[in-house]
């Protein structure tokens, strides 16, 4: 089975959260399955205070986004992971602009997000709106600013998602998949 993991990220956190979904997924599915990640990258400047207010300020009034063209072919594979930061309580402009563009070609999707406190259901709803698909599966990560906590203490959460993720593609338990 062939799996796609897309993500944006403004700061490193979604980007940290895809890759760790990456590795669970390898682990899991072993050779039963081909594992691709590829960055959204939003064509225009987030960083700084001004990118700061920009990207809230585009989130608010759902603003498409200036996305560079995927390199992966979304048609592909079996199963799309889209991830996105929340912003203003939705999903980041580049992820939404993604999922109208590409999210009707996907055969099955399952999303990811990651917020300092909430938001996650109106960003996965904005998502599964603009996919024109419902999820097979959805994490939400709660990442605290400031706090020191890795990444490492999400592996049972991200172990859960891709045994979950892998049931909505290998429904008969094919591959490693517990
Ligand atoms: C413009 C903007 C708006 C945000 N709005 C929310 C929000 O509504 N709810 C929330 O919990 N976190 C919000 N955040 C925090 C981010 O979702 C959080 O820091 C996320 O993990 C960052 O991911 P990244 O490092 O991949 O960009 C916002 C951040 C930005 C930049």
Redesign the pocket.
């Known amino acids: 089975m062939k799996i796609l993991i897309v993500f ?8 940290s959260a895809a890759s760790l979904l990456s590795s669970e997924l390898k682990t899991l599915a072993g050779d039963s399955a081909f594992v691709e990640t590829e960055e959204i990258v939003d064509l225009k400047d987030r960083s700084g205070i001004l990118g ?1 207010i920009g ?2 300020r585009d ?1 608010l009034s759902k603003t498409d986004a200036q996305i560079r063209p995927l390199k992966a072919k979304v048609e592909d594979f079996d199963l799309v992971v889209v991830g996105t ?5 939705t999903a980041a402009p580049a992820v939404r602009t993604f999922c109208e563009r590409y999210g009707r070609s996907a055969k099955a999707v399952g999303f990811l997000c ?6 996650d259901r109106g960003a996965f709803d904005a998502m599964e709106k603009a996919c024109g698909k419902k999820p097979g599966a959805c994490l939400p990560l ?2 605290k ?1 400031g706090k020191s906590e890795s990444m490492e203490a999400f592996r049972t959460k991200m172990r859960r998602f891709a045994e979950q993720l892998l049931r909505t593609v290998s429904p008969n338990g094919e591959g490693r998949a517990r």
């Open positions: 944006y990220s403004r700061t490193g956190v979604t980007k700061w990207a809230g989130a930061p929340v912003w203003a309580y990651t917020m300092g406190g909430s938001g709660v990442v600013p």
